[in-house]
């Protein structure tokens, strides 16, 4: 948590998680990308407020375990703002994406938090003036 302090007192405007265990911040044996009470600590005890994105989903580590939509939303889940799907085929990418899609209609996403999570990367995106860019759908991918 020091190194993340700092960073954050220094203006850092994203934070990455990882697939790293962190017994001690209460992730338990959940890898701390996929475990909220790590990326509930950044917002609580370090009052971080700027953009919480994954390292890759599809690195060996986390594609040894999980499938790159069952990643996908636990990533979401446990409250990423965003994450690197990282895997490079857009079929598998989209398989996500409606991974994502269902469990925000079901409830295992929270709504709210999604929608939360766009304000803060829309947010990042404005302060550095970057131009608005579409997103294709998942039907495309």
Avoid at 16 to 26: D, E, H, N, Q
Avoid at 52 to 58: A, E, F, M, P
Avoid at 109 to 117: A, G, P, T, W
């Amino acid at each position: 948590m020091p190194a993340f302090k700092a960073g954050i007192d220094a203006g850092a405007d994203a934070v990455m998680t990882t697939a790293v265990y962190v017994p001690a911040l209460g992730a338990g044996h959940t890898p701390a990308m996929f475990a909220a009470p790590v990326i509930n600590r950044l917002r609580t005890d370090l009052g971080f407020q700027g953009v919480i994105v994954t390292d890759s989903l599809s690195m060996g580590g986390v594609i040894a375990h999980y499938s790159l939509p069952q990643a996908a939303v636990l990533a979401l889940s446990a409250g990423n703002d965003l994450v690197l799907l990282g895997n490079g085929d857009p079929l598998y990418e989209g398989k996500a994406m409606s991974a994502i899609q269902l469990a925000v209609r079901s409830g295992r996403v929270d709504r709210q938090k999604l929608h939360e999570s766009a304000l803060r990367v829309n947010q990042l995106r404005d302060r550095w003036g970057l131009p608005l860019t579409p997103c294709a759908s998942s039907s495309a991918a």
